[in-house]
């Protein structure tokens, strides 16, 4: 039965029998399980999947994508044979990378010193370094990266799988989004908002480390909510919310509301034993690179160790909650501009700003990486390391780098996808060798959802008299890198 048809018999169901409370749990219910949780579209490789997202726009030329060119030229005129129009600046000289690049793995892969943490698993990873974007503008990038599109109004990719495979905990999100605890990316809540899929399919948000991972979770303190009065309260509530919906059939904004709350009770035991780092060994703890003051650690100054505890405790919050059944997680190195920055988008600082954040994301992804295969889940499990464009090989001032949306990288690991490099840049890491055939966020997201089972030009929502989908009307499955 095609999507489509399913949703309309469910929403005809729903029209009938959401005028009781017992319709509402029903529904929800149904909600929960996800369109195509039943029958995917073909046999998935991949149950799970992680986002490790880079805001500000990481520099693929001082991390993945060595180019030996740029240490050649350096200091001399950049002249790449064309007219080059950049975002805030005018193309500056030639700009090697601040570190030194040399091979990792058996597959020989040039990797930077500040990303040398990956070596140990480089051989799992596919890197694509011929991706393109449309944009310079952050905002606009960003949300290409996480929506699919470059305005507002669409679903993120997270509520997309939500929505398709629903969660097999009902006590936990399908769709978690872990923030850098400095504050949100550029559009902040829309990266991981719903959009017309039904609101449950929302990422939740959880900061770990801070004194309240989750907001309102638990009472306030004092004794103004108790158990008697909390249950005469959830009694009356269930009164009202019938006599809503009852006069609303159709309307899945309650449900949604409803699904929150219940959600919330049944997070406030299970999301606890997932943030609790403490029962991980020392030795766990260690491999993600927390250190013992914990988010304490003092970050005055952006610096390696703060910035290794930062995500490496996102990352080991994912992991735990990967093995509980959440479907999509979202982990996010790097806020909106401020001053200092704390965030990947170096104008002014390349080697301030990129080493520290590069160390520790590369130690966090790594620990991930090999905590996973050593439970047994990497196999089913799909990391995307993503940022919304790269840097340029110019100089923008003298240690700087301007936006690059014209190439840039991402690799993915685990989920049925096999190490190697799958797409070149030019040799200066500019444009995509091959500017006939370049790689967009189109094929990315078309994998993804393959290798979950999901034919991408399949999954789609009628909205505003458009069958909507992730992939717009793009996209090629990178058939290259599956195993």
Request: hydrophobic residues 40%; proline residues 6%; charged residues 25%.
């Amino acid at each position: 039965m095609s999507i489509e048809r399913t949703i309309a018999n469910r929403r005809t169901f729903l029209q009938t029998g959401m005028g009781t409370f017992a319709g509402l749990a029903l529904a929800d219910l149904l909600a929960r399980d996800g369109v195509l949780s039943s029958a995917t579209h073909h046999a998935p490789k991949a149950k799970r999947v992680v986002q490790l997202f880079m805001a500000g726009a990481a520099s693929h030329v001082d991390m993945f994508d060595h180019k030996p060119l740029l240490a050649k030229k350096d200091g001399e005129p950049w002249d790449p044979g064309e007219t080059v129009e950049l975002f805030q600046s005018t193309p500056g000289a030639c700009f090697a990378s601040p570190w030194k690049f040399r091979p990792f793995g058996q597959s020989g892969k040039m990797l930077s010193e500040i990303v040398a943490p990956l070596g140990e698993v480089v051989d799992d990873l596919a890197f694509v370094h011929n991706l393109v974007g449309k944009t310079g503008v952050h905002s606009q990038a960003t949300l290409l990266q996480t929506t699919g599109f470059d305005f507002p109004g669409f679903p993120s990719a997270g509520s997309w799988v939500s929505y398709a495979l629903g969660s097999p905990n009902d006590n936990l999100p399908s769709f978690v989004v872990l923030p850098d605890h400095r504050g949100f990316a550029s559009n902040g809540a829309k990266n991981w908002a719903g959009a017309f899929l039904p609101a449950e399919h929302q990422g939740t948000v959880i900061r770990p480390g801070s004194p309240e991972p989750i907001a309102d979770l638990h009472a306030p303190p004092g004794g103004f909510i108790n158990p008697r009065n909390d249950r005469a309260g959830l009694d009356v509530l269930a009164k009202l919310n019938t006599a809503h919906a009852r006069a609303r059939p159709g309307d899945d904004r309650l449900m949604a509301r409803m699904r929150s709350y219940e959600l919330a009770a049944a997070m406030q035991l299970s999301a606890t034993d997932a943030l609790d780092l403490s029962r991980e060994p020392r030795h766990i703890r260690d491999l993600y690179g927390l250190v013992p003051e914990g988010p304490a650690v003092d970050d005055k100054t952006i610096n390696a160790r703060a910035e290794t505890e930062f995500f490496g405790r996102k990352c080991l919050v994912a992991r735990r909650l990967l093995e509980r059944g959440v479907r999509f997680v979202q982990v996010w190195s790097g806020n909106d501009n401020g001053h200092p920055r704390r965030n990947w988008d170096s104008h002014e600082d390349v080697q301030r700003d990129h080493e520290p954040l590069s160390l520790g994301m590369a130690r966090g992804a790594a620990a991930l990486i090999r905590d996973l295969r050593q439970r047994g889940l990497l196999d089913d499990t799909l990391i995307l390391w993503t940022t919304e464009f790269g840097r340029m090989p110019c100089s923008q001032g003298s240690k700087g780098r301007d936006h690059n949306p014209f190439v840039f990288t991402n690799w993915l690991c685990g989920g049925g996808v096999k190490g190697g490099t799958y797409g070149e840049s030019d040799e200066w890491g500019f444009r995509p060798r091959d500017r006939a055939h370049p790689t967009t966020v189109y094929d990315i997201h078309a994998t993804i959802l393959h290798q979950l089972g999901i034919d991408h030009e399949q999954l789609t929502v009628r909205h505003n008299s458009i069958d909507r989908r992730l992939t717009d009307v793009h996209g090629h499955v990178l058939t290259d890198m599956l195993a």
